[in-house]
């Protein structure tokens, strides 16, 4: 269609391009660019895209969740060079407190205080252990009250009505353990509930609720437990040689790991691993482990003794919630008597937690 002539060129206003700018600005387009104008534009156009693109540019969350991912990794990849050194270097900051606990237990064996002691110890703030005399099995014998409370309270989790179950108390002659350590026991004919159960069993190691707890649930329970924690099944008559049947036997590291899930959560949910925390700190024994320890410490423990003819036992395993350090440590000792074992765990605990809190 032609233009009439008496039309009016178009009014840049309203949109349109005249023509002879248009074919202006295409001649623009078709000459040379200068490479210092090239050179200008394409350097910073690069630099934002490099920091933009790269791994080392990130947001306070980004680096946090590469930072996690990179943990994640490392510990998928074991054996590396970067996890080897990494293990290497944690072991070389307890390595001060281990050499102070072997001089120590050199000294006591000279005095002829034990047969054997095993320490466990796990800086919890920076995950550093260290392990000594890793191999040797002992009876945990009161300590297995803790992997006894677990198992309830993975059930509880399941059925919180099981707290409130009762059960009467009638003394078995067969479930009598000789216990030199003792506080408030169960009454006979006495009903009692689970939680009460619990409570005296942790709280006063009473070996009356462990037994009547352990007589109402399936003992397969417990060989779940320590397959789930990794725990050997070590059955061994040697240690107790006057009991006909065979006990339980465990490492120091091995027992330490019914400690380890309470704290991180890991087998039970949060609310009934902090109740089962809450009430290892309230138990009344505090003639072992506590003696080494400041008293304003929050310190959920347990300890074990068992007294044969001519050999005792003693272990007391705990998590110490030093402020900004705590650490899970674990002590089992056999020896000819029970005070000079007690004596010497103290003294191992004192010296653990000096080095401890002076990090």
Same mark, same amino acid.
């Given at each position: 269609m032609s233009t009439p002539k008496n039309s009016k060129p178009a009014d840049k206003k309203n949109g349109a391009i005249p023509k002879k700018e248009t074919k202006k600005g295409l001649k623009l387009l078709k000459k040379p660019i200068p490479l210092y104008i090239f050179i200008l534009i394409f350097i910073p156009l690069f630099s934002v895209g490099f920091f933009v693109y790269s791994p080392h540019f990130y947001s306070p969350g980004s680096h946090n969740e590469l930072r996690l991912l990179e943990s994640n990794a490392n510990k998928d990849v074991q054996g590396s060079e970067s996890d080897t050194g990494l293990v290497v270097q944690k072991e070389k900051m307890l390595t001060p407190t281990k050499n102070k606990i072997n001089s120590f237990l050199e000294q006591k064996n000279r005095e002829d205080a034990f047969t054997s002691a095993s320490? %466990?110890?796990n800086d919890l703030s920076t995950g550093a252990q260290i392990d000594i005399n890793p191999d040797e099995l002992y009876d945990p014998a009161s300590i297995m009250k803790v992997p006894c409370l677990i198992i309830y309270l993975k059930e509880v989790e399941k059925n919180p009505t099981l707290m409130k179950r009762k059960f009467l108390f009638k003394p078995s002659a067969t479930n009598l353990y000789s216990a030199t350590i003792k506080d408030q026991t169960? &009454?006979?004919?006495?009903t009692y509930t689970v939680e009460q159960l619990l409570y005296y069993m942790i709280v006063y190691s009473d070996n009356q609720a462990f037994w009547l707890l352990c007589d109402n649930i399936d003992n397969i329970k417990f060989e779940e437990l320590n397959k789930e924690l990794g725990i050997p099944k070590n059955m061994d008559k040697i240690i107790h040689p006057n009991n006909s049947g065979q006990n339980f036997v465990a490492t120091v590291g091995s027992v330490s790991r019914y400690f380890s899930v309470l704290y991180n959560?890991? %087998?039970l949910n949060k609310k009934w691993s902090d109740y089962a925390i809450d009430l290892l700190t309230h138990s009344n024994y505090r003639d072992g482990?506590?003696?080494g320890i400041d008293q304003n410490v929050k310190v959920?423990?347990?300890?074990?003794e068992r007294i044969e003819v001519g050999q005792a036992e003693?272990? &007391?395993f705990g998590i110490v919630y030093l402020k900004n350090h705590p650490y899970l440590v674990g002590i089992m000792t056999r020896g000819k008597q029970l005070n000079p074992?007690?004596?010497m765990l103290s003294e191992l605990s004192r010296i653990v937690f000096d080095e401890m809190k002076g990090k």
């Open positions: 320490v %466990y110890l169960l &009454e006979k004919g006495k959560a890991t %087998y482990m506590l003696k959920a423990h347990k300890f074990g003693f272990h &007391e074992l007690q004596n």
